[in-house]
Structures are given as structure tokens and as C-alpha cells.
């Protein structure tokens, strides 16, 4: 049995709490967040304690693991706050808004022996995971085209909610908060990435960062790729979606959380692809998908086995470099190699003016 505390009460805290109450294994023994309403809120129905300071929640209850879900671009400093405390860390995804900062996250846990687990649940659906293993069983031949796209629905009124959502320094654009689930699919899908370009727009909402970006990839195979993404899709939430076209084999997966396949077609039929057509049609209540019971289950069968999980700092890096690299070609007008350093991005730094390069 691992013991459990949250430290952020926000939107996405509820489904943590959810999923913990049905895993067995997981014990939620307090929650902390920096406004006393929602920390008290969430923790009067369960009967736990709550704080407001999450040193002190550390300091006086006995925690295994601690989920950071605060904004994105606290990630960062509140890993490294709490990496000392001897507790395993599951951060949000993104795991952090600079290379900088996710590099001083992988390096501390390392350091510390602190296990870090990235929340990648989209891995965990069932479709997707069929998929994967159609890819490492070789089913598809020679890769020839990865694509995703994110056409869900984002209104004004969700980005005023709160004041970090839609600015550079605390958020990012659709790019890195929708999208960045459908980025890490398509590299963990399609492999390393050589290089990319991209253009982004804001086009029907009034934020710093992209409400809508495209982005054109060339893998190292060779293979292409392209990351349709937008949260001004009207009047609701369209598709989450990811394609796969190989030389011997195609699959789409649809669904508004990539959870159902469209096209699951080989050049030879597999005597599990009928099944596999016929199961993987799941919709999930939400847009977060079915995925974060699974990854939690994941994340505690990782630390019983001292193992390392699907998800860790350097797995989570990846598609944050993407990222990165995708808004240093939009700033820069050119298309950016993998690897790079950024110089114009200004995802976690803020607006252009108060950017500094980081070289
Ligand atoms: N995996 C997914 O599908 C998914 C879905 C939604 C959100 N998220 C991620 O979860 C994170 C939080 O998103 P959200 O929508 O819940 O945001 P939110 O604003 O609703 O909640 C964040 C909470 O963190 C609290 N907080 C800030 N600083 C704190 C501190 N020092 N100590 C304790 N609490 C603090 C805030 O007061 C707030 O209540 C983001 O990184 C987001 O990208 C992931």
C-alpha cells in the first residue's frame, strides 16, 4: 500500500482523486493547495487532512508519493522543492516548460534516487497500445507518414478561469497543453525526430500563446509527419486523433480522447486485428480519457518493483524538446534540427520582450 498526497487542487485534481479511490494498492492521505477553499474542498469529502504549504504537509504526514498538479510552469520549481523529502514524484504533463528546468528536474531525482513519473495516460488506452505493438512487432514496414490532430473546443471564458492559462510562462499554447499528449504519441509512435517547422495563429481568443498550430516533421527514418492542432474548433470538441501509414499497414485512431480505431488495415490479417477492430471503441466520460487509473497503476508497480516506468523525466523530456522546437521555428521562420538550444522560444519565459536567449 503507497500513500498518496496532491499538491494542487485544481481541475485536474478531481480525476486523481477518483482514480486513487478505486486503486487497491493507493492511499490518499492529504492535499495541499495554495488557496484553503479548494484544498478544504477537496479533502472534506474524503476525511483527510489538507494544507495550505506543502512543506508542512510533508513534514507531518507519512507520504509515499506526491502528485504535483499544479500550473505547467510550476512543475519545475516544485519538483526540485520536494525531491529532498524522500517521496517518489508524479508531475503533470507537461512536465515542465524549459529544457532547463527538465533537465534540473531528471537531474535532482536521479541524484536523490527519487523516482519521477511524467502523466502520459493517452499511452495507457487500450487502441493505443495495440497499436505500439503492432509497431514493435514490425507490422507496418517501412514507416511512411505520422500524423495527429487535436480539433477540440477551448472558449474565452475557459482560458480567464485562471490567470496562468494561455500566457508563455506559466501555460504554453494548444501546442503544449491539449496537444502535447498527441506530440508524445506521434515520437513514441514514430521514433526520433530530425527536424521540423511549424506556424502558429491565435485566431478566435485573446491569449499570449497559439490557439492553433501545424507542424511538419521529418523523422530520422526518413518517415513524415504532421501535428495538426487547435482549440478553436466550434461549437464543441471534435476529434484527438493519430494516424499511422506504413508500407504494408494503416491504422487510425479517432475518438475525441484517441480512443477508438477507424483503421486498423494490414496487407496480412492478424488472427487478433478483428478483435482488436471490435474492442478498441471505448468512449471515455472526459477528453483526460480512461488512461490515469492505469499509468497510477503503473507508476505503484514501478516502485514495488524498483523498475523503471513508462513515462519517466527522460521519456517526458522528449516531447517537451519538440515543443520547444516547434515555437523556435515559428519565431525564427526556419526549420530547427533536433538537437538544439533554444534562442527565440518562449514557452516558460514569457513574452518576446522579457525573453532571453539561454545560451
Ligand atoms: N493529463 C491530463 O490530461 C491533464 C488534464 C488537465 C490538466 N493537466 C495538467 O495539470 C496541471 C494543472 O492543471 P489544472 O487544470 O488542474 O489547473 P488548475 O489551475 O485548475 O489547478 C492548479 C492548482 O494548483 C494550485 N497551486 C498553485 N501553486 C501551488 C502551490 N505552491 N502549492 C499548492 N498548490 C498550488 C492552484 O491554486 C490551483 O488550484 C497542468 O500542468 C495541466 O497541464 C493534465
Not at 485536474?12 to 479548494?38: G, Y
Not at 527522460?314 to 521555428?329: P, Q
Request: with cysteine; glycine share 8%.
Amino acid at each position: 500500500m503507497l500513500n498518496f498526497a496532491l499538491v494542487g487542487c485544481g481541475r485536474i485534481s478531481r480525476k486523481h482523486i477518483s482514480v486513487l479511490s478505486s486503486i487497491e494498492q493507493a492511499r490518499l492521505v492529504a492535499v495541499c493547495d495554495i488557496i484553503e477553499q479548494r484544498a478544504a474542498a477537496a479533502a472534506g469529502p474524503l476525511g483527510i487532512p489538507y494544507y495550505t504549504d506543502y512543506h508542512e504537509m510533508l513534514k507531518r504526514e507519512k507520504i509515499d508519493v506526491v502528485n504535483i498538479l499544479t500550473p505547467s510552469g510550476l512543475h519545475g520549481r516544485h519538483v526540485l522543492d520536494i525531491v529532498g523529502s524522500g517521496v517518489q514524484i508524479v508531475v503533470e504533463k507537461p512536465m515542465a516548460l524549459t529544457l532547463e528546468d527538465a533537465d534540473r528536474m531528471i537531474e535532482a531525482c536521479d541524484r536523490a534516487g527519487v523516482k519521477l513519473f511524467v502523466v502520459k495516460q493517452n499511452r495507457y488506452n487500450l487502441a493505443v497500445r495495440e497499436l505500439k505493438k503492432a509497431l514493435d512487432q514490425g507490422r507496418f514496414g517501412k514507416l511512411v507518414l505520422g500524423t495527429v490532430r487535436v480539433r477540440w473546443c477551448r472558449d474565452q471564458a475557459y482560458y480567464d478561469q485562471d490567470e496562468w492559462r494561455g500566457t508563455w510562462a506559466m501555460d504554453g499554447g494548444v501546442l503544449t497543453n491539449q496537444a502535447s499528449h498527441h506530440v508524445d504519441l506521434l515520437e513514441w509512435c514514430m521514433g526520433e525526430v530530425e527536424s521540423v517547422f511549424a506556424r502558429t495563429a491565435t485566431r478566435l481568443v485573446d491569449i499570449e500563446v497559439e490557439d492553433t498550430g501545424a507542424a511538419l516533421l521529418k523523422f530520422t527514418s526518413g518517415a513524415l509527419g504532421i501535428i495538426e492542432a487547435t482549440t478553436a474548433t466550434r461549437p464543441r470538441d471534435l476529434e484527438g486523433s493519430i494516424s499511422i501509414l506504413g508500407e504494408r499497414g494503416s491504422v487510425e485512431i479517432a475518438g475525441f480522447a484517441v480512443n477508438e480505431i477507424r483503421t486498423w488495415n494490414f496487407d496480412r490479417e492478424d488472427e487478433r486485428d478483428e478483435e482488436i477492430r471490435t474492442r478498441c471503441s471505448q468512449s471515455p466520460p472526459d477528453v483526460y480519457g480512461f488512461g490515469h487509473k492505469l499509468f497510477l497503476e503503473d507508476v505503484i508497480r514501478s516502485i514495488d518493483s524498483n523498475t523503471r516506468g513508462l513515462v519517466d523525466g527522460l521519456e517526458g523530456r522528449k516531447s517537451l524538446e519538440l515543443i520547444n522546437a516547434i515555437y523556435e521555428s515559428v519565431e525564427t521562420g526556419r526549420e530547427v534540427k533536433l538537437k538544439f538550444r533554444p534562442a527565440m522560444c518562449r514557452l516558460g519565459r514569457g513574452p518576446l520582450n522579457q525573453n532571453k536567449a539561454t545560451s
